[in-house]
C-alpha cells in the first residue's frame, strides 16, 4: 500500500508544477518551433528536480511531462462533461465537476474554456473515461471518483475561432523563428567580423615576425663578417710575427758568422 501512495502526486507538487508553468506558458501549451524542441526534455528536467524535492513520488523529467499531458487531458474531460451537462434536458439534477484552484489555474492558462465553450459538437454516451481516447494520468492525483463518469467526447468541429487561434499561434511561431533567425544572423556576422579581426591581427603579428627573423640573420651574417675579419687579422699578425723572429734569427746567425770570420 505504501508503495501504491509513494506513485501518488501530491497535491503540493501539482500547485508548484503549475506556478513553473505559468512562468513558461509555451512548455505548459506544448507550443515548440522547430528549433526549439531540443530544449523541451531540458525545461522538464528542470522542473522535475523542483517537483522531486518536495516529494515523494521522485520522477523524471519525462514522467512529469506525462503527468501534466494526463492533467491536460483529465481537465478537458470535466469541462466538457461540464458544458454537455449544462446542455443536458433530462429534467435530472446536473452533475458536474467542481475544479480545484489549480485546475482552474491550468484552465486559465491553456484558454481551455474558450475551447470547450466554441461551436463544436459535443456528444455524450455512458461509456466510463477509461474507453476514451484520452489517456488517463496514471498519478490518480485525487483517487476520487470525479474522473470515473466524464463522458466521451466526439471529434470536435473545427470552428472559425479555433482557426483563427490556431493561426495566431502559426504567426506567432513565425514571429518567434524570424526573430531567432535574426537573432543568429546577427551572432553570425558578428563572429564574421570577429574573425576578420583575429586574421588581420594574425597577418601583422606574422609580419613582425618575419621582419625580426630578417633582422636576426642580419644580424648573424654581421657577427659572422666580423669573426673572419678577426681571424684574418690574426693570421696577417701571426705571419708577420713569423717574419720578425725568422728576421732576428737570421741576424743572429750573421752576426756570429762574422765573429768567425774576425777571429
Partial sequence: MSCKMNKIT?????????????????LARAYHSGLHKVNTKEEWAKIAIELNSIGPPMRQGTEWMKVWADFKCNLKKKLLHNKAECRATGGGPHKQFVLTTVEEAASSLLQLDSIVNSDGEI???????????CPMDTTKE?????????PRIRKKVETKADKTEKTALLENQLKVQTELYSQVKDSLQNVERYNRKIFKIKEEELKIYKAAEKREEE??????????????FRNKLL???????EIKKRRIELDEWKSGIRE
Fill in 123 to 133: 456528444g455524450v454516451s455512458n461509456t466510463p473515461l477509461k474507453s476514451s481516447y
Fill in 142 to 150: 485525487n483517487e476520487s471518483s470525479e474522473y470515473i463518469s466524464t
Fill in 219 to 232: 644580424k648573424f651574417l654581421l657577427y659572422k663578417k666580423e669573426l673572419k675579419s678577426k681571424e684574418d
Fill in 10 to 26: 501530491t497535491q503540493q507538487q501539482f500547485a508548484k508544477m503549475m506556478e513553473l508553468l505559468e512562468a513558461n506558458p509555451n
Fill in 239 to 245: 705571419k708577420a710575427r713569423t717574419e720578425e723572429i
